[in-house]
């Protein structure tokens, strides 16, 4: 199946710093959206991305659509210890099979 | 509370006795989706549904079965479990349209086949 790729696997970050997580596909996408799973827990939705050139943002949380439809990121700045689980992309080829990235797993220190 | 509710959230298990992990949600979504996650894999589709009695496959069917009688509920099936199916597993469900919107995820079943 077609996939999306997601870079870094892990992120250590020192608490206050920014970091960006980036995922791509190699086929242009209907959209993307992004979650958080948060340790022990289950993935929960944070925000859709639909049109190219998108910009969406969410108190420190700034999310990317690329203007090809085949990349996103998601910038956190001044991470705080609140910010630490793994951050899914998730992309819809417009066939209604949402494909996971493999995952952005992020660690604080403070 | 609007949720999706997956049983049991942890259950062992030996190879070859066929098991039932169940799904039930109460927002009335016709989409529903049961996943794998594996580590450094994500999250893997296994089988989808987009409506009552309308099932497909997504990426990693074998081993598995579904059935969608129901709106709400949407079971995943191991006929004859083995230990390579040891994995976290998830139900999901969505509203669908013109577009894809986001998944409400249920709790997990954390199942192990020795």
């Known amino acids: 199946g077609q996939q999306v790729m997601q870079i870094p696997q892990y992120q250590h970050v020192q608490e206050g710093e920014d970091f960006t997580t980036y995922c791509n596909s190699s086929t242009t996408l209907s959209n993307i959206q992004w979650y958080k799973q948060r340790p022990g827990g289950h993935p929960v939705f944070l925000i859709q991305?639909?049109?190219?050139?998108e910009v969406k943002k969410q108190k420190r949380l700034t999310f990317q659509f690329g203007e090809a439809k085949k990349n996103s990121s998601l910038h956190i700045t001044a991470t705080q210890t609140t910010d630490v689980g793994t951050y899914f992309c998730?992309?819809?080829?417009?066939?209604?099979?949402?494909?996971f990235g493999a995952g952005t797993t992020v660690t604080v220190r403070a | 509370e609007a949720q999706v509710t997956q049983n049991p959230r942890y259950l062992i298990t030996v190879t070859g006795k066929k098991l039932t992990v169940t799904c039930s949600q109460n927002m009335n979504h016709e989409y529903m989706s049961w996943y794998r996650q594996d580590p450094g894999l994500g999250l893997r589709q296994i089988y989808y549904?987009?409506?009552?009695?309308?099932?497909d496959k997504g990426d990693v069917p074998e081993g598995y079965k579904v059935s969608r009688k129901e709106k709400r509920n949407f079971p995943l099936i191991l006929e004859s479990p083995s230990p390579n199916q040891t994995s976290l597993y998830f139900c999901?469900?969505?509203?669908?349209?013109?577009?894809?919107?986001?998944?409400?995820f249920g709790s997990g079943t954390r199942l192990t086949v020795v």
């Open positions: 998730a992309g819809d080829f417009n066939d209604y099979k949402l494909s």
């Open positions: 549904s987009m409506n009552v009695e309308v099932t």
């Open positions: 991305l639909v049109k190219s050139g």
């Open positions: 999901a469900s969505s509203p669908i349209g013109d577009t894809f919107y986001g998944y409400t």
